[in-house]
Each structure stands twice: as C-alpha cells, then as structure tokens.
C-alpha cells in the first residue's frame, strides 16, 4: 500500500467512526419531555383539522388557477406558431440590432432561470410523490405533461426561429407558469 | 428514489416500532381521527422522530419544536398515507421536509445564514481553526456547523440521501451541497479528532 493509499484509507476509516458517532450518539437521546400534551392541544384546537386528501387541500381557488394558466399556455403556443407563421411571410421588422440581441439575450436568461426553478420544484415533487394521493398524482402528472409539450413546441419554434423575441419571451413565459403550477402543488400538499 | 434506499434511511436510528405488533389498524382509526390511536402512533415513532429532528438542528429546543410540528402535520395529513411505504419512512420523510421547512423560514425572517455559511467555514484563521485543539463534544461541534453545511452532512452522511437528493431537498445545486457536506465533515473531524 502506497503512502497516499495509507492516509486515504485512514481518512475513510476516520470519517466512518464520526459517522457512527453522530447515528449513535444522537440516537441516544431520550425525549426529555413528554411532547404529546402541547401535540394533543394543538390538533385538538379548531385550527387543526384532518384534511381529506392533498386533492381536495388543493383550495377550489388554486384548481381554477391551475386550469387557467394551462389554457394559457395553450394560447401561448397558439400564438408562437402564429408569429413563425407571420414571420415568414411578412418582412422583417427593423430594430436596433443591439436592443434585439439585449432583448433575446435577457429573455434567454429568464428561460433558463425559470428553468432551473422548475427542475428543483419538480425534484422535489418527485421526492414527495409518496404524500400525494394517486388520483391527484394522476392529475398533477397529466398537467405538467400538457404543460412540457407546449415548452417543447415553443422549444422547436425557437430553433427554428432563433432570433425572434417574441418565440423566446413566450418560451419563457411558459417556463415561468409551469413553475408557478408546481409552486401551487407544492403549497397545496 | 426507490423503497429500499427510504427504508435504509429510516433504519439509521433506532426503530422502537420494529418491536410493536402491526400498526395497521392503528393508522386506520388515527385516519379516522382517532385521537388515541393517534398518541400510539406518537409514542412507537417519536423517538426516531426526536433524534432526526435534533441532528439536523442540532438544537434541543428547536428539536422539541420541530417534533411537535411533524406530528401535527402528521395528523393533518395522515390521511394521505396509503401505505405504499412503511409508516416510518412516511413520517420520515415529512420531518426531514418539515424541518427543512421551518429553516427556510426561519432563514427568510433572519435573511443571514447565507452569509454565516461562508464566514465559519472560510478555512484558515475561521473559527473553526480556532478551536481545533480543544476536543468537544458532538453536540457542541454540530451546533457550531452552519445550518446549511450541517444539514448536507446529517442528510447525505447519516440518512443516506444522495448529494442530488440533498440539493432538491434543500433548493441548492447538486455541487453546492456536496461542497456543503464535504467541508462540515472536515470541520467535525477537525473539531471531534483533531
């Protein structure tokens, strides 16, 4: 055993007693307290109430909510593939070339932005699937389904149509409602 | 992530349940709204509960605060357990969330632990290195972990959870927390066996 192997090997061996130590100290803890009093008061009191299912937690309020901006960004892609459509047999707009790229390059951006927020909100609803009832499951699946076919359609609209802001803003746009729909799925839960 | 690597989670501290008799019927009347067979439930989960909470805030106080709100979400939501997965795993995995929720808001009402992550941990002359030379004892030593760093080592090192898990879990990027786990267990075992 070489000498760098040696002092990996008792670095591995010292963080495997600190993993120990932490699992089995913090184990022996004992309550020290009796909680259940302050427990029994809280779910006793008229503010605690068992909820039927994450579905029906979901407020009728956020429901509509939810099925307004998937009609949304149905319109939203609507629009987009009117743009490309438009664009190809109208002539192009004159703009300052250095707002168009600014415009195109903020937009672009935003979309990865809102991105990111989707992948860690949709991480998280991955983590939690086992809290959520299967019917509502079935429905929340269903709609982020509608939701990512339209983003890859506006995705498709703006490789074909790279410098069109308008195409982006909406691509954006969806990206920014379907982090929104798993923001109001995961306040609901 | 799959049943095995939960249940694997939830056998890192001791399981009082494992010895009970079925709790089936148990979950169901508590389902029901069942308030004593809601207290059983308590009395077989809370220790492993209790221990959770206190690794990862490393604060007894808060650790007795945060068991009583898993177990008052547990109740609101118990409903939505179908039992897909042990009952352990389910309580496990509402604590860790639980918790973590309340640290999120405890950190938008303080707005600083961002800023303490990197300060206790910025290597040489930090107060870490300042008091390598005393031995302390654990609880000490994870209390003087940020929260953050703290929290990527108790749940990749101690509950398993992989460091892709940690950052969906904590709303941080993957390399953020396994930086965030690496550099606490370096400061415990500086702090724990110099």
């Known amino acids: ?189 | 992530m799959n049943a095995r690597n939960l249940n694997r989670k939830v056998m890192t501290g001791p399981s009082p349940a494992d010895d009970a008799p079925p709790i089936d019927d148990v979950v169901r009347r508590a389902q029901a709204g069942d308030v004593a067979a809601f207290e059983a439930l308590y009395r077989a989960h809370a220790p492993a509960i209790y221990a959770l909470c206190r690794r990862m805030a490393a604060d007894e106080r808060d650790a007795h605060e945060f068991t009583q709100d898993v177990f008052v979400r547990a109740w609101e939501r118990l409903t939505t357990f179908h039992g897909q997965s042990a009952l352990a795993t389910w309580l496990h995995r509402l604590a860790v969330n639980t918790v973590l929720g309340q640290m999120r808001a405890a950190r938008r009402e303080g707005g600083r632990f961002a800023d303490e992550d990197v300060d206790l941990l910025s290597g040489a002359g930090g107060a870490f290195d300042a008091r390598a030379d005393a031995r302390m004892d654990l609880d000490a030593a994870l209390a003087r972990l940020p929260r953050g760093a703290r929290v990527a080592f108790i749940l990749h090192d101690i509950e398993g959870y992989s460091h892709d898990e940690v950052a969906a879990l904590t709303g941080t990027a993957p390399g953020t927390a396994r930086a965030q786990a690496w550099r606490a267990r370096n400061a415990l075992l500086n702090l724990l066996d110099p």
């Open chain 1, 1 to 189: 055993m070489t000498e760098s192997e040696d002092r990996e090997h008792r670095e591995d061996e010292r963080v495997a007693k600190l993993r120990e130590r932490v699992r089995a100290e913090s184990a022996a803890h004992p309550l020290p307290d009796d909680l259940w009093p302050a427990i029994r008061e809280r779910i006793d009191g008229a503010k605690v109430v068992v909820l039927p299912s994450a579905e029906s937690a979901m407020p009728a309020m956020r429901r509509a909510h939810l099925r307004r901006s998937l009609a949304w960004i149905a319109a939203a892609v609507a629009a987009g593939f009117a743009l490309v459509m438009f664009g190809r047999n109208t002539s192009p707009r004159v703009a300052p070339a250095v707002t168009a790229a600014a415009t195109i390059t903020n937009v672009a951006d935003s979309s990865g932005f809102y991105e990111e927020q989707a992948r860690i909100l949709f991480n998280r609803l991955a983590l939690e699937r086992s809290l959520v009832r299967p019917e509502a499951l079935e429905s929340i699946d269903h709609d982020l389904h509608v939701v990512d076919a339209a983003i890859a359609e506006l995705d498709a609209a703006v490789a074909r149509d790279p410098a069109n802001p308008e195409l982006r803003r909406l691509l954006a746009s969806s990206y920014r409602e379907k982090v929104d729909i798993l923001k109001r799925v995961a306040n609901a839960e």
